[in-house]
Every structure is written in structure tokens, then in C-alpha cells.
């Protein structure tokens, strides 16, 4: 069973940065298509990037394109989530998601759970002055 730990959430003022990474313990990421997915109060669960296996690119919603730069760390397999110019609307619980599935198409930003059937238990951005 891959179990998923997102770090790198926290409280940081509109037009600064955070990092967030997801981990599993004793596997590789490597090799999932993966996602990251947030929920901000009062909204559903939205797709915010997501990144194929090697070879296939990755998406982003508009919201965040030019902000948010998904990739993975092959040395650590692992991945990350870097966001620039934070917004207060960034404020959400952020999730990170796995795909086991071998896609051959580009990633779907659809918060699917027949898809991403592993998901991490969040951790917070607060994006507040």
C-alpha cells in the first residue's frame, strides 16, 4: 500500500514562495503519474498540476500557470510543488495524488480517485498578510 506525505505547507505573506514535496515511504514516486490537488474553504477539491511518468510532460489549471512549477526529485523519488507570487486565493489544503496506471496520454487535473487511487492526508497553505 504507497502511502503519501505532503510537506512544505505553512502561513507565508501574499507574493512569497513555498515548496511543497510528497513522499512515500519505502517506494519510489518515480514511476506514478502523479498530481497535486487542492481545497479551499467552502470549495471542491480541485486539480493543480499534475506530471506523467517520465517521458510525458505536465498540466497545470490557469490559475496557476507562470506561478507553480511541479517536478520530480529522481534522486529522492520524490515530488514537488514550487509556488511563487502566492495569492491569498492559494489558501487550501494541498493534497498530493498517485496514479499507478502506465498512461500513455498526458495527466488529467480531474480529482478522479479511480485514477489517483493514493492521496496524502493534506497539509496547509495560508496565504495571509
Known amino acids: 500500500q504507497l502511502q503519501l506525505v505532503e510537506s512544505g505547507g505553512g502561513l507565508v505573506q501574499p507574493g512569497g514562495s513555498l515548496r511543497l514535496s510528497c513522499a512515500a515511504s519505502?517506494?519510489?514516486?518515480?514511476?506514478?503519474?502523479m498530481g497535486w490537488f487542492r481545497q479551499r474553504p467552502g470549495k471542491e477539491r480541485e486539480g493543480v498540476s499534475c506530471?506523467?511518468?517520465?517521458?510525458?510532460?505536465?498540466d497545470y489549471v490557469d490559475s496557476v500557470k507562470g506561478r507553480f512549477t511541479m517536478f520530480r526529485d529522481h534522486a529522492n523519488g520524490m515530488v514537488h510543488l514550487h509556488m511563487n507570487n502566492l495569492r491569498p486565493e492559494d489558501t487550501a489544503v494541498y493534497y498530493c495524488?498517485?496514479?499507478?496506471?502506465?498512461?500513455?496520454?498526458?495527466?488529467?487535473?480531474?480529482?478522479?480517485?479511480?485514477?489517483?487511487?493514493?492521496w496524502g492526508q493534506g497539509t496547509q497553505v495560508t496565504v495571509s498578510s
Open positions: 495524488a498517485a496514479d499507478p496506471t502506465p498512461h500513455t496520454g498526458i495527466c488529467t487535473l480531474v480529482p478522479d480517485k479511480d485514477r489517483y487511487e493514493y
Open positions: 506530471i506523467g511518468r517520465p517521458g510525458i510532460g505536465s
Open positions: 519505502r517506494f519510489t514516486l518515480d514511476y506514478y503519474t
